[in-house]
């Protein structure tokens, strides 16, 4: 439990969240489908945020999640369109927009004491509003990330770097567009990168699908 003075003050965001309508998967296969979460009704200690949006998870219904996810496709609207001149991000079929800084945890067998975390997405605005202690250190370090990600041309005290996907010897994941198909100077694709933090070696990884995966494929 964290004390009452390391709690966030930030006001409560909305009591339920529901998915988007639902769209109509191709012949043989699903789409994702998200549950709808409602926020703990009162202060959670067990939370920096002071609540968390919960749903329910039914161990016994394992099978079936497993059986959807070996079906499942991309939805709809995964991708942003641009219109007129701007980028537009629709509402992904079936999945709810999650509000920064706020965990979404289950209930395991609806028991508030059985809680496993699932996700808390961050934004530097949401950070701000909740964390604004440490938002100036993780805003510096985000920048910092950016520019090795992205890469940046050289300023006082800081040398230009090239961006982290024009490393010689990255290999693309199978699933990935092959490097031939793309207009020279083109990075298009998937990558997976494997370190370790000390001693140790660092290369790329290779993404492999075949049969004998999908019984191991995790439904948590």
Not at 2 to 13: E, F, H, K, T, V
Not at 52 to 62: E, H, Q, R
Not at 80 to 93: Q, Y
Not at 112 to 138: G, Q
């Amino acid at each position: 439990m964290w004390a009452p003075d390391q709690i966030s003050s930030a006001p409560r965001p909305h009591s339920i969240l529901v998915p988007a309508p639902a769209a109509h998967p191709p012949l043989g296969y699903t789409y994702p489908q998200g549950d709808s979460y409602t926020l703990t009704p009162s202060m959670d200690q067990r939370f920096t945020r002071g609540c968390a949006y919960v749903t329910l998870f039914t161990p016994s219904k394992k099978g079936i999640l497993r059986s959807r996810l070996l079906q499942t496709k991309t939805p709809p609207n995964v991708i942003p369109r641009l219109d007129d001149g701007k980028i537009v991000v629709d509402p992904i079929s079936g999945m709810i927009q999650m509000p920064g800084s706020v965990p979404f945890v289950q209930h395991i067998e609806g028991r508030p004491d059985e809680v496993v975390t699932m996700a808390c997405a961050h934004t530097l605005d949401s950070i701000r509003a909740a964390y604004p202690d440490i938002a100036d250190d993780l805003e510096d370090l985000s920048l910092r990330l950016r520019d090795a990600t992205f890469g940046c041309e050289a300023k006082p005290g800081h040398p230009a770097m090239k961006p982290i996907y024009t490393l010689q010897g990255l290999k693309r994941n199978d699933r990935s567009v092959d490097a031939r198909d793309l207009p020279p100077g083109y990075f298009d694709g998937s990558y997976n990168l494997a370190t370790t933090k000390g001693c140790g070696s660092y290369m790329p990884s290779n993404a492999t699908s075949f049969p004998a995966l999908f019984p191991s494929l995790s439904t948590q």
